[in-house]
């Protein structure tokens, strides 16, 4: 089993695209993260939804949530409306190192030890030319590697 | 809202749990990760969906995924049967620095800070003496939060 088995059509998101909106397509459809893509159709980076928030949690927030409990209670009920009006480029967190990113012949363990490596439920599968085939998501990866 | 308002009940594994049936406990009720407590009802350790891999997947692999794709198609399909016979206690991985686990009084920004910050999509609720209330996941908090 490879990649290329696995990997699913999955929503992509560009640079351009509404911040609130790219959180409600992950929340809607329970998306374990989001893909960017540029507009040539190349991976630009794998958002992880745990790091879609942070394209709305404060910066002092993420690096103290401690400091977070001095927000009162309806303030942090309507965080998400900070991303209002702002595009993903706006909200962009910082890059991570290493990009889940593999290509079609990638095996169920290469996959599995991107995940983990990257702490990433989401990986982007490209074809030769860097070009997005699809997904493929940790859930998908139990349920293939598991079925008897 | 505070954690108190979104706290589910939540399977919880232990470190003499099988690690192969915790995995497939992952996959089959479709969790963002598993909550590992100890006999005394304390969350031990938050592992989230990425990480639980870490249980079957070869160290050296973890390290370098391009050392995955010198094992064939066939033995990499199979990763998971190394949790055959062993305990979650066998396969823990290194602990993280910092566990998702907060309080009743959390907000949803001080879940989401957490969640950020230890990239997990998974935050384990405790009461005032150290037991597990439940758990909130990264979808439940973006539902209740983007809700009209």
Do not use: N, W
Request: overall charge negative.
């Amino acid at each position: 089993m490879r990649a290329r088995d696995l990997a699913v059509d999955f929503p992509a998101v560009t640079l351009d695209s509404s911040a609130l909106e790219a959180a409600k397509l992950l929340a809607e459809q329970d998306l374990p993260g989001l893909i960017l893509v540029g507009d040539d159709g190349r991976p630009l980076s794998i958002l992880p939804g745990t790091q879609v928030l942070r394209l709305a949690v404060p910066a002092y927030c993420q690096d103290d949530p401690a400091l977070a409990r001095v927000v009162d209670e309806a303030h942090a009920d309507g965080f998400l409306r900070q991303l209002g009006g702002k595009t993903v480029r706006e909200c962009l967190p910082e890059q991570p190192r290493e990009l889940p990113v593999t290509d079609a012949k990638a095996t169920v363990l290469e996959l599995a030890a991107l995940m983990a490596r990257t702490r990433s439920p989401l990986v982007a599968v490209m074809d030769d030319e860097g070009l997005l085939i699809g997904a493929v998501t940790l859930q998908s990866l139990l349920d293939h590697t598991l079925r008897p």
